[in-house]
């Protein structure tokens, strides 16, 4: 089974700071990469992608992904209490047998504190 | 653009009884996944179609859980008999043909008692 390791936290973070969320993973053939946001009994809801190495930045969310370190990241710049969730990694080990299917991490929570 | 719909949404039932959960995904999303989340963890995948025909299902304990989607939309996922560790949260996500990112319903959440 693949691996797809995240510290399960809880972070907590003031509101307006930086939250450094973290993500690695052991599947070196892995071809994508997901950050998806879940609050307290809802479902994941996909708020970023990565498929290349460097950053991607979408409004207060930056992704980055090194993919010889086998790591992946999420920033949250202005951290603000509605952000407060679990945070959960996934990786496409794309093959021949798995097609798309995502490979998650058990999540990290995040609070932000007023 | 409706987002994927499952039902019901809630379902408590006891160990050895039967349950059927089913998915409605996103219009002319090919991919169809059936994830497993139980309490503290992160999704696992049981099974995922690509239009009506299976192409992973190495997860799914077979000898209780079945699923299938007929005309390649629709899917249902049953399991028979339930045991207590079965209680779980059941996901449905869906995803365009060639493309990896995957959306999700509400869920299903099981409680086996």
């Known amino acids: 089974q693949k691996e797809v390791e995240q510290n399960s936290g809880p972070l907590s973070v003031p509101e307006g700071a930086i939250a450094s969320l973290n993500c690695t993973y052991s599947?070196?053939?892995?071809?994508?990469f997901f950050w998806y946001r879940q609050y307290s009994g809802k479902s994941p809801e996909l708020i970023m992608s990565?498929?290349?190495?460097g950053d991607k930045e979408d409004g207060r969310f930056t992704a980055q992904l090194n993919k010889a370190s086998q790591y992946v990241s999420l920033l949250i710049r202005d951290s603000q209490p509605s952000d407060s969730a679990t945070y959960l990694c996934a990786v496409n080990p794309f093959n021949s047998n798995s097609g798309y299917a995502l490979n998650f991490g058990k999540g990290t929570s995040l609070l932000v504190t007023p | 653009e409706a987002g994927v719909a499952q039902s019901p949404r809630y379902k408590i039932i006891e160990k050895r009884q039967s349950v059927a959960f089913w998915c409605n995904p996103i219009?002319?999303?090919?991919?169809l996944y059936w994830y497993q989340q139980i309490l503290g963890q992160g999704p696992k995948l049981l099974i995922q179609?690509?239009?009506?025909?299976?192409?992973?299902d190495s997860q799914l304990p077979k000898d209780r859980f079945s699923a299938e989607r007929l005309k390649g939309v629709d899917s249902t996922l049953k399991i028979q008999p339930a045991k207590l560790e079965d209680s779980a949260v059941y996901l449905c996500?869906?995803?365009?043909?060639?493309?990896?990112?995957?959306?999700f319903g509400q869920g299903t959440r099981l409680t086996v008692v």
């Open positions: 996500a869906s995803s365009r043909q060639g493309g990896p990112e995957a959306f």
């Open positions: 219009s002319g999303h090919a991919t």
């Open positions: 990565i498929y290349s190495n």
């Open positions: 179609f690509q239009n009506n025909g299976v192409v992973d």
């Open positions: 599947d070196r053939v892995s071809q994508s």
